[in-house]
């Protein structure tokens, strides 16, 4: 069975920086693309960043050129650099594997606090 685990959240003054990680356990068939996706009290969850297993990726135009996604294939982890952080980026952040058939993995989420 897929485990995510996110590691990396925490408190951080506005204009500050967090690296998020995302370790995954159990993978037996090739992941597609590995994204971060965040909920806010009181919002859905929406997409922050994407990577596919070829290196393409894709931002939410709210976070394009402060945050930076990665992945490593062959370790199967994913990683999102956040500079310059706002109070609106304050948000329970998790990472999502979407395998070779569709499947999709969540992990349990890392709480990220951006104060003003």
């Known amino acids: 069975q897929v485990q995510l685990v996110e590691s990396g959240g925490g408190v951080v003054q506005a204009g500050g920086s967090l690296t998020l990680s995302c370790t995954a356990s159990?993978?037996?068939?090739?992941?597609?693309?590995k994204a971060w996706y965040r909920q806010a009290p009181g919002k859905s969850r929406e997409l922050v960043a994407d990577i596919t297993s070829g290196g393409s990726t894709w931002y939410a135009d709210s976070v394009k050129g402060r945050f930076t996604v990665s992945g490593d294939n062959a370790k199967n982890t994913i990683t999102l650099q956040m500079n310059n952080l706002k109070p609106e980026d304050t948000a329970v952040y998790y990472c999502k594997h979407e395998n070779v058939l569709g499947a999709n993995f969540w992990g349990q989420g890392t709480q990220v606090t951006v104060s003003s």
């Open positions: 159990g993978v037996v068939l090739a992941v597609a693309v």
